[in-house]
């Protein structure tokens, strides 16, 4: 393992400066025996590789600061110790999940809130929309043939072919053409003006 010493000159107050030569000296005795434990106790969790390695990581640093103050006079053995950080770290980590699906559930819960409140507001937009297309509808109606115009009005106000045939003296077939006629001009007028 390298660990970079500051420059001599070096007047700033960084983590590396304060790491002393003899804490990387005790890490790096006991780096081997460490990583074994670590390793073995984190293939357990059933998570993923790239979490994993974070999580051996983040154990080796808080280790690597830690373990100078650690007594090696006592009884409890190096490798309960590694097991405890391990298990704190795993912990936080689990608390980290938990916080994130959490709020990634309270950002769905508001997003719903906010759709439903545009679906309460569309009826609005609805009825605002509908009246600028009818306006429209009157203005492209207005450009139709004066025939086509009176079959058209009366086809808005729910007659029949057959009725509109009888009312104006036509032959049903002349006012099923103009219909279709004036659809199609409707038609063509409202596309070129969704392409302007």
Same mark, same amino acid.
């Given at each position: 393992?390298?660990?970079?010493?500051?420059?001599?000159?070096?007047?700033?107050?960084?983590?590396?400066?304060?790491?002393?030569?003899?804490?990387?000296?005790?890490?790096?005795?006991?780096?081997?025996?460490?990583?074994? $434990?670590?390793?073995?106790?984190?293939?357990?969790?059933?998570?993923?590789?790239?979490?994993?390695?974070?999580?051996?990581?983040?154990?080796?640093?808080?280790?690597?600061?830690?373990?100078?103050?650690?007594?090696?006079?006592?009884?409890?053995?190096?490798?309960?110790?590694?097991?405890?950080?391990?298990?704190?770290?795993?912990?936080?980590?689990?608390?980290?999940?938990?916080?994130?699906?959490?709020?990634?559930?309270?950002?769905?819960?508001?997003?719903?809130?906010?759709?439903?409140?545009? &679906?309460?507001?569309?009826?609005?937009?609805?009825?605002?929309?509908?009246?600028?297309?009818?306006?429209?509808?009157?203005?492209?109606?207005?450009?139709?043939?004066?025939?086509?115009?009176? $079959?058209?009005?009366?086809?808005?106000?729910?007659?029949?072919?057959?009725? $509109?045939?009888? $009312?104006?003296?036509?032959?049903?077939?002349?006012?099923?053409?103009?219909?279709?006629?004036? &659809?199609?001009?409707?038609?063509?007028?409202?596309?070129?003006?969704?392409?302007?």
């Amino acid at each position: 393992m390298i660990i970079r010493t500051p420059l001599e000159d070096s007047t700033t107050n960084t983590p590396c400066n304060l790491i002393a030569p003899k804490d990387v000296e005790i890490f790096e005795r006991w780096f081997n025996q460490i990583d074994v $434990i670590v390793r073995s106790q984190l293939s357990t969790y059933s998570i993923s590789r790239a979490d994993k390695e974070d999580l051996y990581q983040e154990v080796m640093l808080k280790l690597f600061l830690v373990l100078p103050s650690f007594d090696f006079s006592k009884s409890q053995p190096i490798t309960h110790y590694v097991s405890k950080v391990v298990k704190s770290v795993r912990n936080d980590y689990f608390r980290r999940q938990r916080r994130q699906q959490q709020r990634q559930h309270s950002l769905v819960l508001e997003c719903e809130a906010q759709y439903q409140d545009f &679906k309460q507001f569309n009826p609005v937009m609805d009825v605002m929309i509908l009246r600028n297309n009818k306006e429209e509808l009157v203005l492209l109606i207005g450009k139709l043939s004066p025939l086509e115009r009176t $079959i058209i009005t009366f086809i808005m106000h729910d007659y029949s072919s057959s009725e $509109i045939a009888s $009312i104006l003296g036509k032959d049903v077939k002349t006012v099923y053409n103009a219909v279709q006629r004036s &659809k199609l001009k409707l038609k063509r007028a409202l596309k070129s003006k969704a392409l302007k």
